[in-house]
């Protein structure tokens, strides 16, 4: 038995000792034993949140740009509900949060005490659902709870800990969980998907999320992309782990992939997938073609044949899988990737520049504020992507280079995910620019956490695509068959009297020229900025802009 101590104590030192540094929470009744030792203790710093939607996000955006694990804390009930958007997202990201919830006491259970819910509620929304029924087994389970989520693949793990037995003093034993991991035999798998490759003509590599979470993984898809001479497709978790200014780069998947690279993955003999369950988001509803023959590298073994029929499957770590496929390959016969995907991002440009959607003309058009935002920040800038109309846009049109500086959410989809992930970017990376991209509705549905921004005087930029539009929904080809074609548009607020009330810096620009210096002037100072720019409402979404013919003569 370890010495007596309080609850909280275990709940930080078993965080402490995972790697944690940064906990994300708004105090409650039920949290403050915990909350009372994260202020006693220096080991870790505290973020109070406005709002329990946007605590998980902060985590989120914490590590995607590069910030390790991250902690979360709130009350149960509403809190925990709360939570679960933000939890979910982590969960269909693959990231990693060990969020705490200060949970109704057992022996209340069933009686009617404030913030009560079932504690299975949660089971569907992260990897694993820890509930501590007693001080005795607060050790071991917190021991369970933090391996499971740090084991791959990685997920957010939910430990319910009753507040009686946080504020309580008790010794309990140490504990050391072993917990499961199936190892597979990808010996003759490996050598299917080297014959195959050797043999292809026209391979394509497509790389997803757990490309972005395997170490060296990035590295391993441009060493198997240079040896290939193969075009590299991305899925929106993918984007970034492959240099968009490398000429081989081909776009991102989804409905608003160019059509150039639909024609690409159509003509391709081989697509290597790297780490995707190719979801329906990213692959436009299963509708992107695959090749001629796929070989699927996952850890998920679930995520096998569930989309796409796979020819050759390597159940692996993607580098590792590259790793020993690479070593394999002596020689292969590509059809000079840097030439194909090169054709097919510039025809992009050339359609998108055919419909004035580049030009310094008010109102704005999304493409030219991403290429002035570019422009306008450094290389290393971490970037963080609300989900809307702007999001889909910014697939396309927006280049990474890293992947912890472009944090953009997956599958999941849901929006308000901007603002609190850069405020998580900000804590992670305190000596690089970090911009938040959103649209006016997806803001709409985290402005509270500017106030967070103002109050730890974080170097955050928040560029706002405002076109009083939920433009997804607007622009839907569905909106003529449900709603007889009504828009649901509005007027938006002033953005930049809104950021000043909340102890920002707020600027409206109506032209490139003004957007360049506005960004100029915020990176380039201490303290949060917001920057309102009106868009065209009328502009054509991602996906309409993407559906032009396309005339490349492909190998």
Not at 106 to 111: A, I, K, S
Not at 381 to 403: C, H, I, K, N, S
């Amino acid at each position: 038995m370890t010495d007596e101590k309080r609850g909280g104590d275990y709940v930080y030192e078993a965080l402490v000792d995972a790697g944690v540094d940064l906990l994300v929470g708004i105090p409650g009744t039920q949290t403050l034993p915990l909350d009372r030792t994260v202020v006693e203790r220096d080991e870790m710093t505290y973020v109070m949140a406005r709002h329990e939607t946007a605590v998980p996000h902060v985590a989120w955006g914490y590590y995607e740009s590069g910030g390790g694990v991250a902690a979360t804390l709130t009350v149960p009930g509403p809190g925990d509900t709360n939570a679960m958007h933000g939890l979910k997202n982590a969960l269909e990201d693959c990231v990693p949060v060990l969020h705490v919830s200060a949970d109704v006491n057992p022996e209340d259970r069933g009686r009617g005490p404030i913030h009560e819910i079932e504690a299975d509620t949660f089971d569907n929304a992260v990897k694993e659902n820890v509930t501590v029924e007693t001080a005795l087994e607060l050790p071991a389970e917190l021991a369970r709870g933090v391996a499971t989520a740090l084991e791959p693949p990685y997920g957010p793990v939910r430990l319910g800990v009753p507040s009686r037995i946080l504020d309580e003093s008790f010794r309990a034993p140490a504990a050391e969980v072993s917990p499961e991991r199936t190892r597979w035999d990808t010996d003759p798998d490996v050598d299917a998907a080297v014959r195959a490759l050797a043999d292809a003509e026209r391979p394509v590599v497509y790389v997803g999320g757990g490309a972005r979470r395997s170490p060296g993984g990035p590295e391993a898809v441009r060493a198997l992309a240079a040896d290939l001479d193969a075009p590299v497709i991305a899925s929106y978790k993918g984007k970034g782990v492959f240099p968009e200014d490398d000429p081989r780069f081909l776009g991102v998947t989804g409905s608003h992939a160019p059509e150039g690279a639909r024609r690409v993955l159509d003509r391709a003999d081989v697509v290597i997938a790297l780490g995707t369950d190719f979801d329906g988001v990213t692959t436009a509803g299963w509708s992107l073609p695959m090749g001629d023959r796929l070989i699927h590298v996952t850890l998920d073994s679930a995520a096998v044949d569930a989309s796409y029929e796979a020819d050759v499957v390597v159940l692996a770590d993607v580098a590792d899988a590259v790793a020993t496929i690479r070593a394999d390959l002596d020689g292969a016969n590509g059809w000079n990737g840097g030439d194909v995907a090169s054709a097919v991002r510039e025809e992009y440009r050339e359609s998108l520049a055919a419909r004035g959607l580049f030009e310094d003309e008010a109102p704005l058009n999304t493409p030219g504020v991403l290429d002035g935002v570019r422009e306008s920040i450094p290389r290393d800038a971490v970037v963080t992507v609300d989900v809307g109309g702007f999001r889909l846009w910014a697939m396309q049109a927006f280049p990474a280079y890293e992947p912890d500086a472009f944090v953009a959410a997956g599958s999941w989809a849901g929006m308000g995910v901007g603002l609190p992930a850069a405020v998580g970017a900000r804590f992670a990376n305190p000596d690089r620019p970090v911009v938040c991209l959103t649209g006016d509705g997806g803001l709409m549905m985290c402005v509270h956490e500017l106030h967070t921004a103002a109050e730890y005087d974080l170097d955050v930029t928040v560029v706002v695509s405002n076109n009083a539009d939920y433009g997804v929904i607007s622009k839907s080809p569905k909106i003529e068959r449900y709603t007889e074609g009504h828009r649901f548009t509005w007027k938006s607020p002033d953005f930049a009297a809104v950021a000043e009330g909340f102890g920002c810096r707020g600027t409206r620009v109506e032209s490139l020229d003004g957007l360049r210096a506005a960004l100029a002037d915020a990176v380039g100072r201490d303290g949060p900025d917001l920057i309102d720019v009106p868009i065209e409402t009328d502009e054509p979404s991602a996906a309409q802009a993407a559906d032009y013919e396309s005339t490349l003569d492909l190998p």
